[in-house]
């Protein structure tokens, strides 16, 4: 997954991608529990091939970062959502433009 953040003087991108021996990738971009931050996370899950002879499984793991935090009296709380908090992000940061995976989700 890939999200764009354009701010009136500067971009940021991140993305999440999977190594050759992942089987699956799930990506996810989504509020944290009190709506102040946008979170992008990937779990990769692996097919068995652990080890020597490839009978022992594979570890799953996942890694998350923080893409955009607002300023606490501009958090959503629990139940926010994502449409919610680009709005917020424009009042509070500058945000002007969102695009994730290429597609245009800010402005609407």
């Known amino acids: 997954m ?11 991108s991140y993305y999440t ?5 992942a089987a699956l990738s799930k990506d996810v971009l989504e509020l944290n529990a009190d709506g ?3 979170v992008l996370w990937s779990r990769l899950e692996f097919d068995r091939g652990g080890g020597k ?11 998350n970062r923080e893409v955009l935090r607002l300023p606490p009296a501009a958090a959503l709380g629990p139940g926010g959502s994502l449409d919610e908090f680009w ?3 424009a ?3 500058g945000v002007v433009e969102v695009e994730i995976d290429g ?4 402005p609407f």
């Open 103 to 106: 597609k245009l989700v800010y």
């Open 91 to 93: 009042q509070h940061c």
């Open 87 to 89: 709005t917020r992000a």
């Open 53 to 63: 002879d490839g009978t022992e499984p594979r570890t799953e793991r996942g890694f």
């Open 2 to 12: 890939n999200v764009t953040i354009t701010f009136a003087n500067k971009v940021e």
């Open 17 to 21: 991608r999977a190594d050759g021996s």
């Open 36 to 38: 102040s931050a946008a």
